[in-house]
């Protein structure tokens, strides 16, 4: 019915201003000439102003016409972006409900990975897929409480050397069970976002998760919160992990290499057997750290305070890149390398042997 009242009224509105335009096409022209004589002057004159005026009226129909088309375009994108949000609405809320799927893991997967399509398509909806997921993960892979008991303790002082061999032997031979693939799906999803989608403030929170084996190789977790998370025999080789919190994290024998912990949080953290090669431990915390045989050829440790790391040896940090800046254990001889115009050449140095080949890198490894 609106629609109808609508269409009489345009043509209404058409009609009249056809009326005018005719009107005006036929008497200004004939009250401009009125005052002339000569009857071909007043005829001419009146084609003139006749002209000038239909060429007006021309003029006004074709930006009306743009307008009312500019209108038209406007109203069928507004019509574009409901629909597009009616279905991305939909596919959220298949999506959320296939997650719950406790029968059939394919369904899980695919749902992690429409949750992905979506924050891509979206970016309103990014932020709260990504809660979704890290709140999956948590619930699905909680790190369990002996394991936080007995790993999480801190330590207030270095264990007898047979204890610290016992230790580490036993890490390096445990077997860790594989992580679920719908676990790791979510991770993987978490790591690779769009994180100039997310939101001001927004926290990756996977908190005292269970992440045992766990690829986040090159993961995006600035910021991340990894406190009490069992992260044993991860792949994290190249994460991104600044400022991340990892205070009493298990990390033993996971692979760090080349990994980035600028102003990260290690406090109490389990590093044992860890591959640190190429890390990046500048402003990292680092204190009641265990670092028994951990790995440090390469690593960045210019301006880290290391006065209270445990298990730290003056062989490990041989090989590191250190400045007058950095604050040994007690007992742990600086290298003579480490002063700033000496940081400075062994930097070189080990990027030229970098750049040498795979014949370096499996010497290293």
Request: glycine content about 6%; proline content about 4%; overall charge neutral.
């Amino acid at each position: 019915m609106k629609a109808k009242v609508a269409r009489i009224i345009g043509i209404v509105v058409a009609a009249t201003l056809i009326l005018i335009a005719m009107a005006l096409a036929v008497l200004v022209p004939w009250y401009q000439a009125a005052h002339i004589a000569d009857d071909a002057m007043r005829l001419e004159r009146e084609d003139n102003a006749r002209r000038t005026i239909l060429q007006a009226i021309g003029g006004l129909v074709v930006l009306a016409g743009v307008c009312i088309a500019w209108r038209r375009l406007e109203v069928v994108q507004e019509e574009l972006r409901v629909a597009r949000e009616g279905q991305v609405m939909e596919r959220f809320s298949r999506a959320i409900e296939q997650l719950g799927n406790k029968e059939s893991l394919d369904v899980r997967v695919g749902a992690i990975y429409a949750l992905e399509r979506i924050a891509r398509d979206s970016r309103e909806d990014h932020g709260p897929i990504m809660e979704i997921l890290t709140a999956y993960v948590r619930e699905r892979a909680p790190s369990p409480e002996d394991e936080q008991q007995a790993d999480d303790a801190p330590v207030f002082g270095p264990p007898s050397p047979m204890e610290e061999i016992q230790a580490v032997t036993d890490i390096i031979r445990e077997r860790v069970p594989d992580i679920e693939t719908d676990i790791q799906a979510a991770l993987t999803v978490i790591g690779r976002r769009k994180t100039d989608y997310d939101p001001a403030g927004q926290r990756i929170n996977l908190i005292k998760t269970g992440l045992r084996g766990v690829d986040l190789t090159d993961a995006k977790l600035q910021k991340a919160i990894l406190a009490g998370s069992n992260l044993k025999r991860a792949d994290l080789k190249g994460a991104e992990l600044q400022d991340a919190n990892l205070r009493m994290a298990v990390l033993h024998v996971a692979d760090l290499r080349r990994a980035h912990f600028q102003g990260a949080d290690l406090l109490f953290a389990h590093l044992e057997a860890t591959r640190l090669d190429d890390a990046e431990l500048r402003g990292a915390k680092l204190d009641d750290a265990r670092l028994h045989k951990a790995v440090l050829v390469g690593a960045d440790l210019r301006g880290t305070d290391l006065s209270n790391a445990v298990g730290l040896t003056s062989k490990q940090i041989r090989e590191a890149k250190g400045d007058r800046h950095t604050k040994l254990p007690p007992g742990v001889e600086r290298p003579d390398h480490w002063t700033d115009f000496g940081a400075m050449i062994w930097g070189l140095f080990c990027r030229m042997m970098r750049a040498m080949g795979p014949r370096f890198q499996r010497t290293r490894e």
